[in-house]
């Protein structure tokens, strides 16, 4: 493991600018009693509207699934080129990062990278609005992921193209994304679908911790986005009052954790940066998961840190996307 003293890579001015300016705003809006100014936040989390128009080859859309909690996703459809029908793109249902307490799926950050992951994975995406802590607090946000794949199933959804093929789901995030991919698909594994098949998980980054403070934490404790009192504080603004961060939903695979040995848990790839305070626990639950006897494959890029996926002036972000279709391509096939 690299011993590299400094917090974080090297970084084009933009992304820098950009992580910079987010941990300013997160951190100017969290109080010390637990809650979030939203309105202050909302200033700044420029949102991007729906755009039925294809822009830059995927067409948007928002389906709502129940108004009474906002509970909505977006959805990506690529442009098929050559008239081609037939069920013959995955569908990712994803969840955006922000701590679980930041953030939405219109957020412009998390539209672009979508648009994105729609237009180079040729795959159908389905964007999450999942409700926020700490006004909702876990299992809320695993309970909206599992009722948007509930609604899907059960559904006609009118601007769900002919060529999503349901038997080909990836349960996907980043960050606290990440973390709520693998709590959805746990969620997921006790219901019955009719058309619908969970055949992978992509957690990027996940948001992962412990009560313990790993070597890499320590280490990298003056990092722009994720250091401990951030993280820290986010776990108390999540978790059921009165947890600690050794709850199954931060410590996947510690003292109180679900035995998954014995369920169907899909095909897993755990994403991480050599810079990532978290990378620890990124690398313990990936470990977990090869234990459990799961199929489980590690990706790491040594010199990125948290959240390098959504800015294309880092190289990395590329070489991601082509690694995550190399593993949507893979577990397809076995289909």
Same mark, same amino acid.
């Not at 009052?241 to 897993?268: K, Y």
């Given at each position: 493991?690299?011993?590299?003293?400094?917090?974080?890579?090297?970084?084009?001015?933009?992304?820098?600018?950009?992580?910079?300016?987010?941990? /300013?705003?997160?951190? +100017?809006?969290?109080?010390?009693?637990?809650?979030?100014?939203?309105?202050?936040?909302? +200033?700044?989390? /420029?949102?991007?509207?729906?755009?039925?128009?294809?822009?830059?080859?995927?067409?948007?859309?928002?389906?709502?699934?129940?108004?009474?909690?906002?509970?909505?996703?977006?959805?990506?459809?690529?442009?098929?080129? $050559?008239?081609?029908?037939?069920?013959?793109?995955?569908?990712?249902?994803?969840?955006? *990062?922000?701590?679980?307490?930041?953030?939405?799926?219109?957020? /412009?950050?998390?539209?672009?990278?979508? =648009?994105?992951?729609?237009?180079?994975?040729?795959?159908?995406?389905?964007?999450?609005?999942?409700?926020?802590?700490?006004?909702?607090?876990?299992?809320?946000?695993? !309970? @909206? *992921?599992?009722?948007?794949?509930?609604?899907?199933?059960?559904?006609?959804?009118?601007?769900?193209?002919?060529?999503?093929? +349901?038997?080909?789901?990836?349960?996907? *995030?980043?960050?606290?994304?990440?973390?709520?991919?693998?709590?959805?698909?746990?969620?997921?594994?006790?219901?019955?679908? =009719?058309?619908?098949?969970?055949? $992978?998980?992509?957690?990027?980054?996940?948001?992962? $911790? *412990?009560?313990?403070?790993?070597?890499?934490?320590?280490?990298?404790?003056?990092?722009?986005?994720?250091?401990?009192?951030?993280?820290?504080?986010?776990?108390?603004?999540?978790?059921?009052?009165?947890?600690?961060? @050794?709850?199954?939903?931060?410590?996947?695979?510690?003292?109180?954790?679900?035995?998954?040995?014995?369920?169907?848990?899909?095909?897993?790839?755990?994403?991480? $940066?050599?810079? @990532?305070?978290?990378?620890?626990?990124? =690398?313990? %639950? %990936?470990?977990?998961?090869?234990?459990?006897?799961?199929?489980?494959?590690? #990706?790491? %890029?040594?010199?990125?840190?948290?959240?390098? %996926?959504?800015?294309?002036?880092?190289? !990395?972000?590329?070489?991601?996307?082509?690694?995550?279709?190399?593993? #949507?391509?893979?577990?397809?096939?076995?289909?």
């Amino acid at each position: 493991m690299s011993q590299n003293p400094k917090a974080s890579p090297n970084l084009p001015w933009i992304p820098r600018l950009l992580m910079t300016f987010l941990a /300013f705003l997160v951190d +100017l809006t969290r109080r010390p009693n637990i809650t979030v100014n939203r309105r202050l936040f909302n +200033l700044f989390d /420029f949102k991007a509207p729906a755009s039925k128009k294809p822009n830059n080859g995927v067409a948007t859309s928002d389906i709502k699934v129940d108004p009474s909690r906002n509970l909505w996703f977006r959805l990506y459809t690529p442009e098929t080129h $050559g008239g081609g029908g037939g069920a013959c793109m995955p569908v990712v249902l994803y969840f955006h *990062g922000g701590g679980f307490c930041y953030l939405a799926a219109n957020s /412009f950050s998390f539209d672009r990278y979508c =648009r994105r992951l729609a237009r180079e994975l040729r795959a159908v995406i389905v964007s999450v609005n999942y409700r926020l802590a700490p006004e909702h607090r876990h299992p809320c946000q695993r !309970e @909206d *992921g599992v009722d948007v794949l509930k609604f899907i199933d059960e559904t006609n959804i009118e601007n769900l193209p002919a060529y999503a093929n +349901l038997k080909q789901c990836f349960i996907a *995030g980043d960050s606290a994304g990440g973390n709520l991919a693998h709590q959805v698909t746990l969620g997921a594994i006790e219901k019955k679908f =009719r058309k619908l098949k969970i055949v $992978g998980l992509i957690a990027i980054q996940p948001l992962l $911790g *412990g009560e313990e403070r790993t070597e890499s934490e320590i280490r990298l404790q003056k990092s722009t986005l994720m250091p401990m009192h951030r993280t820290d504080w986010m776990w108390k603004a999540f978790l059921p009052q009165g947890s600690n961060r @050794d709850h199954p939903a931060t410590n996947i695979f510690g003292p109180n954790s679900v035995d998954i040995s014995g369920l169907n848990f899909p095909a897993t790839m755990v994403v991480v $940066g050599g810079f @990532d305070p978290l990378q620890d626990w990124q =690398r313990r %639950y %990936y470990d977990g998961l090869k234990k459990s006897g799961k199929e489980a494959y590690l #990706i790491e %890029y040594p010199n990125c840190g948290h959240s390098f %996926y959504v800015h294309t002036q880092i190289p !990395e972000s590329f070489l991601l996307i082509e690694e995550m279709k190399n593993f #949507i391509g893979l577990q397809s096939a076995y289909q």
